[in-house]
Nanobody
Framework: VQLQASGGGLVQAGGSLTLSCAAS????????MGWYRQAPGRRRELVATMTSRGGTDYAESVKDRFTISRDNAKNMVYLQMNKLKPEDTAVYYCNLNPAGANNYWGPGTLVTVSS
């Protein structure tokens, strides 16, 4: 099973992107999910979470700019990113929250924000 993130790209500061996450098996709908990111030279960090019941939480650095959502019928998770900043540049991944030692990590999707 892999969780495949897509939708990344190059955007100017202040712009928006929407990331999508799909799974090859129905593992999204029953689980708490998270969006993670890893910038060059930095550790992977959790930026947005959503429980199976719809509760959300965000890292301070993205609060009020990013919105996580899910469509359980489609087995998909999304991350709407607005007011992007150069420091948001990273490879973005989705996974369960917590991810623990699972092997669901996909290749991620690269988001590059130019100043």
């Amino acid at each position: 099973v892999q969780l495949q993130a897509s939708g990344g790209g190059l955007v100017q500061a202040g712009g928006s992107l929407t990331l999508s996450c799909a799974a090859s098996r129905r593992i999204i709908s029953p689980n708490n999910m998270g969006w993670y990111r890893q910038a060059p030279g930095r550790r992977r960090e959790l930026v947005a979470t959503m429980t199976s019941r719809g509760g959300t939480d965000y890292a301070e650095s993205v609060k009020d700019r990013f919105t996580i959502s899910r469509d359980n019928a489609k087995n998909m998770v999304y991350l709407q990113m607005n007011k992007l900043k150069p420091e948001d540049t990273a490879v973005y991944y989705c996974n369960l929250n917590p991810a623990g030692a699972n092997n669901y990590w996909g290749p991620g999707t690269l988001v590059t924000v130019s100043s």
